[in-house]
């Protein structure tokens, strides 16, 4: 485990979280608008983030177990379905109810949708968002990393005898990507097929594995003597690239703006060798790290069944205090259900199924 990279976890968590907050139904307080309008809503940077520390960290840990044979493809297949499928199909259930309150389906209405969700299809099928927006909204982008942990074992064979040309072809498509959101750039656009589909997406995920040849290059050079300077400049970089993106477009945005600034922050506090990364090794936040996937998937629940409830029974009137309650709520819930639930069966279904 890369402690600083595990607490990042939950402050990008943080910010799709606040970003699901100002879209949501509630009534924003006026002292509020401004970070509703200018802050709250670039929760894509917190997906795009997730996307490219997915590749990191799978080619941190399974690159040499897979040029050594010490794992299979199915063992690390099953191993990837047991950490995210179980919670993804608990709170694709849990979502049933507000679908129906909601959207006004009957049942005949939410059979495609549900099947398409039941098996991480959903975000393949653009538009429109009543498929890849469907039920527990933010388990598209499980949809996504299912996808790329189907072909994380085809990608490190390939680095391992084709470095260069995996290099040139990510290379190609950073540059292609952009070109071709030429022709999409309004700004009030909501770009779904370069922010949603795994075919577009795959490009953060490629950039995370070489993220890592970058690190095997760099974690004995002398420069890391210089490692808090290095952490300091790359918070900055994303802090100015954050402060910008109101200049630019969406469809940018909520794709290939942050890689960047993301991959600076990811790849120089793996090294955890700066005043900064050393912040993160904080046991409470790299809790929370920890816990970050259930209260990922759970936060978005969580904020539309209460605001439900709160139009019904009025039960909160002060808005900051509601929002409050929705995150304790949150991380409550992520933390029961990552001790409960996700640990058990996990370690139940790599134990009875891995050979």
């Known amino acids: ?36 309008d200018n802050v709250f809503r670039e929760g894509y940077v917190g997906v795009g983030f997730f996307f490219v520390l997915s590749g990191f960290i799978l080619a941190y840990n399974y690159k040499d177990k897979f040029s050594k044979k010490e794992v299979n493809k199915k063992n690390f297949w099953i191993m990837r379905l047991a950490r995210v499928y179980p919670l993804h199909l608990l709170t694709l259930y849990l979502s049933v109810p507000m679908v129906l309150m909601l959207w006004n389906y009957d049942l005949t209405g939410i059979l495609f949708p549900f099947f398409l969700n039941l098996f991480l299809l959903q975000s393949y099928i653009l538009p429109p968002f009543e498929y890849y927006w469907s039920f527990n909204t933010v388990s598209w982008s499980v949809s996504d990393e299912m996808f790329f942990y189907f072909l994380f074992p085809f990608i490190i064979n390939f680095l391992n005898k084709k470095k260069e040309l995996l290099i040139a072809l990510v290379l190609l498509a950073c540059i292609a990507i952009p070109l071709l959101m030429l022709k999409t750039s309004n700004m009030d656009m909501r770009p779904v097929w370069f922010y949603i589909h795994p075919f577009f997406r795959i490009v953060d995920f490629l950039i995370g594995i070489l993220l890592y040849e970058i690190y095997l290059k760099m974690k004995d050079s002398k420069i890391l003597k210089f490692a808090s300077i290095l952490e300091l400049f ?39 060798k700066g005043v900064f990364s050393q912040m993160f090794l904080n046991k409470h936040l790299v809790y929370l790290g920890e816990i970050s996937y259930g209260f990922y998937m759970f936060h978005a629940l969580v904020i539309q069944y209460f605001i439900i409830l709160n139009a019904n029974y009025s039960i909160f009137e002060n808005y900051y205090l509601f929002v409050f309650f ?30």
């Open 234 to 272: 790359s918070v900055l970089l994303f802090v100015l690239f954050f402060l910008f993106h109101n200049s630019v477009p969406q469809v940018y945005r909520s794709s290939c703006y942050y890689w960047l600034p993301i991959s600076s922050i990811i790849l120089i506090f793996s090294f955890q």
């Open 1 to 36: 485990m890369i402690k600083p990279l595990t607490s990042l976890r939950f402050v990008f968590a943080l910010m799709v979280f606040f970003d699901h907050i100002a879209t949501s139904a509630i009534n924003v307080d006026i002292h509020m608008q401004w970070l509703s």
């Open 326 to 355: 929705m995150l304790c709520f949150s991380i409550f819930i992520s933390a029961i259900c990552h001790s409960a639930f996700e640990k058990p069966i996990n370690k139940y279904i790599v134990k009875r199924f891995c050979r």
